[in-house]
């Protein structure tokens, strides 16, 4: 079997039809039939369901077509990859992240790497969550994932730095004056919460947080997205808790945790990261560390965390664990 047979299954199976995947391939619908056809009998089976309107994947078909997509993107991957690290017009590098960091961290990060890699074209796959964010990277979406720490993962993770947590209140909030405000100052007021926060031991991370310092948050607004709840707690409606990196993109008060909260962040690919892969993944590190200062303040870093050892949140975008 051939890769070109995988894809033009896969254009097959996306379009429903092989009149259009064959003109959407630039090939004769009988040349079509005929690699497909080559394939089933590579295989050893039909992978597709000839019906009267359209086409349907078979048992058989159904099994086949993920590894066969894992296939055709490890090939256009490796193509991209070669083609980038050569600094080749025409490569590309693809980016996998949650959207709270496409849109607070990587426009600094991809400023920088244009300035330097013009010919290397940068294209950002963004997810809502880190489940999703760890799936896309598993069928081989990106060449390269910024995001929190994938338990589990079997390909590099790269630290590359920690995601501050803070408070956010409106500018007029009694509080926006203060340098720092402990979880237990927030007992009596509202929050603002979001359908994107992470799970911690199977439980919204807020929940657990301020069980521990003894009481219950009072939901007073709802969102499904970080940046409405940022808008949200900016015009008064509530206290949030969120990453430093999304607050600080609105007109709010920003209030650091006593004692510190944050969430380490990482690079994680399926292969070796090289060429562009590993400049990029270098450039992430710079964001956070800075040159000369990296290796001391990680060390701090880890050093916090290893004094608080409290337990890490996932799933979410913008939110995070005590540490520090």
């Known amino acids: 079997m051939s890769l070109r047979q995988m894809e033009y299954l896969m254009a097959v199976v996306e379009e429903a039809s092989f009149t259009h995947a064959a003109e959407l391939l630039g090939v004769t619908q009988s040349a079509l039939s005929h690699q497909i056809k ?11 369901e000839r019906l009267p309107r359209g086409v349907r994947l078979t048992p058989m078909g159904r099994a086949f077509l993920p590894h066969a997509e894992f296939a055709v993107r490890s090939a256009r991957q490796a193509r991209r990859a070669a083609r980038a690290a050569a600094g080749a017009a025409g490569g590309e590098l693809h980016i996998a992240t949650l959207h709270a960091f496409a849109i607070g961290v990587l426009p600094e990060v991809f400023a920088r790497w244009r300035r330097d890699h013009e010919q290397v074209r940068l294209v950002v796959h963004e997810y809502a969550t880190g489940g999703e ?3 896309g990277m598993e069928r081989g979406v990106a060449d390269v994932a910024l995001g929190h720490r994938p338990e589990g993962w079997r390909g590099p993770v790269v630290t590359v730095g920690e995601e501050e947590i803070v408070v956010v209140v409106a500018p007029d ?26 799970v911690v031991e199977g439980r919204r991370f807020l929940d657990v947080a301020c069980e521990r310092v ?29 990453a430093a990196h999304v607050a600080t993109q609105y007109d709010c008060a920003v209030l650091p945790l006593d004692p510190p909260w944050a969430r380490e962040l990482t690079a994680f690919s399926r292969v070796e990261l090289t060429g562009a892969a590993a400049s990029f993944v270098g450039l992430l590190d710079q964001r956070w560390w800075g040159r000369g200062e990296q290796r001391e303040r990680r060390g701090q ?5 290893k004094r608080q050892g409290r337990p890490a949140a996932h799933e979410g975008e913008g939110g995070g664990r005590p540490a520090g």
Not at 38 to 46: N, Q, S, T
Not at 173 to 198: I, Q
Not at 224 to 239: L, Y
Not at 301 to 305: F, L, N, Y
Request: glycine share 12%; net charge negative; hydrophobic share 40%.
């Open 133 to 135: 964010l760890r799936e």
């Open 38 to 48: 080559a394939l089933e009998r590579e295989v050893g089976g039909p992978l597709l």
């Open 173 to 198: 909030d009694p509080l926006s004056g203060r340098e720092a405000v402990r979880l237990a100052d927030l007992a009596d007021r509202d929050w603002v919460r979001c359908a994107l926060e992470p």
């Open 214 to 242: 003894g009481f219950t948050p009072r939901t007073g607004v709802d969102t499904e997205h970080t940046s409405t709840a940022v808008r949200m707690a900016a015009a008064g409606a509530g206290v949030l808790i969120t």
């Open 301 to 305: 870093g880890e050093q916090g965390r």
